[in-house]
């Protein structure tokens, strides 16, 4: 949980003091879990990058996602001029969202993309042979 808090002081500090316009992260994508949370501070996912990472010889996808400060500026409303609501009320807000992560969503959605693409590129391969 305190993951969760901290990364709401960092944007937070980071809005109110520098006056960024977004802020960008990126995670690998097992941690899905964590990022479709972080809505909650306003994150939104931007894309995943297919095998982006490589460690010990083994590749990963990495999802980013960012906060404008617009999202920013709704999320503080939204919680009574408070950018983080507190572990207790974080908790409750993470109980609530929908089952269906929209990081799986978002895979889905692109693998379509990608078949649907090269189907398409078949098709301009064939009309050219």
Request: proline share 2%; with cysteine; net charge positive.
């Amino acid at each position: 949980m305190f993951g969760y808090e901290v990364k709401a002081l960092m944007t937070e500090h980071a809005f109110e003091k520098f006056n960024l316009q977004t802020i960008r992260s990126s995670q690998v994508i097992s941690l899905k879990h964590w990022q479709n949370n972080t809505q909650l501070l306003g994150y939104m996912p931007e894309g995943i990058q297919k095998k982006k990472l490589t460690r010990n010889n083994k590749t990963y996808d990495v999802a980013t996602q960012s906060c404008s400060l617009e999202n920013y500026l709704e999320i503080k409303k939204l919680y009574n001029g408070n950018y983080w609501p507190g572990n207790k009320n974080f908790f409750k807000l993470i109980s609530k969202l929908p089952k269906k992560n929209i990081y799986d969503e978002l895979e889905n959605k692109l693998r379509l993309i990608e078949k649907n693409q090269f189907k398409l590129i078949k098709k301009i391969y064939d009309k050219i042979s």
